[in-house]
T-cell receptor, first 108, second 114 residues
Framework: AQRVTQPEKLLSVFKGAPVELKCNYSYSGSPELFWYVQYSRQRLQLLLRHISRESIKGFTADLNKGETSFHLKKPFAQEEDSAMYYCALSTSADKLIFGTGTRLQVFP | DGGITQSPKYLFRKEGQNVTLSCEQNLNHDAMYWYRQDPGQGLRLIYYSQIVNDFQKGDIAEGYSVSREKKESFPLTVTSAQKNPTAFYLC?????????????FGEGSRLTVL
């Protein structure tokens, strides 16, 4: 079965602390993974995708096929990073499966 | 101003009534999607359409119906058969790219059944 698991509903850190939002997936094919973010009063939007191997707003995510994980990391959290983060898995036929989301709170 | 427009933003409905949520896009995207967002459950796919006059059921299609008569429009009808329709509904579109292109989302429609 295709599934995305985000074990943490809420992650609270202080400004400047490292952040890691966990994401594990279940998929028998070759996965394509994404992180989407929803800031307060804004639309859900793409943050980054594994195929791009890029860093967006200081965030990075590495696909680990052995551990079936795609954790999102940032070395120094900022208050403006506070948002809802969703990990998503793309299967064939352009279908995106989302995890349940993790709310990141960054305190000053 | 390009993007995805959902309407209405808020909708109240009595039990037993059907209601249709509108989704329009001017991004010239082929694929469109409807998701339901519930607290603690993330986004769950209701229906999606990769091309005009074609659509497929997602994971929670029961009690919902859609049509795709025009490329720009993908309305969602929440029927009286949907047992728990109160939710936040998100529409999205993308350029199909075989393995998932970037999804562009609307602002959402919140449906409350009284």
């Amino acid at each position: 079965a295709q599934r995305v698991t985000q074990p943490e509903k809420l992650l609270s850190v202080f400004k400047g602390a490292p952040v890691e939002l966990k994401c594990n997936y279940s998929y028998s094919g070759s996965p394509e993974l994404f992180w989407y973010v929803q800031y307060s009063r804004q639309r859900l939007q793409l943050l980054l995708r594994h195929i791009s191997r890029e860093s967006i707003k200081g965030f990075t995510a590495d696909l680990n096929k052995g551990e079936t994980s795609f954790h999102l990391k940032k070395p120094f959290a900022q208050e403006e990073d506070s948002a809802m983060y969703y990990c998503a898995l793309s299967t064939s036929a352009d279908k995106l499966i989302f995890g349940t989301g993790t709310r990141l709170q960054v305190f000053p | 101003d390009g993007g995805i427009t959902q309407s209405p933003k808020y909708l109240f409905r009595k039990e037993g009534q059907n209601v249709t949520l509108s989704c329009e896009q001017n991004l010239n995207h082929d694929a469109m999607y409807w998701y339901r967002q519930d607290p603690g459950q993330g986004l769950r796919l209701i229906y999606y359409s990769q091309i005009v006059n074609d659509f497929q059921k997602g994971d929670i299609a029961e009690g919902y119906s859609v049509s795709r008569e025009k490329k720009e429009s993908f309305p969602l009808t929440v029927t009286s058969a949907q047992k728990n329709p109160t939710a936040f509904y998100l529409c999205a579109s993308s350029i199909p790219s075989g393995m998932g292109g970037e999804l562009f989302f609307g602002e959402g429609s919140r449906l409350t059944v009284l």
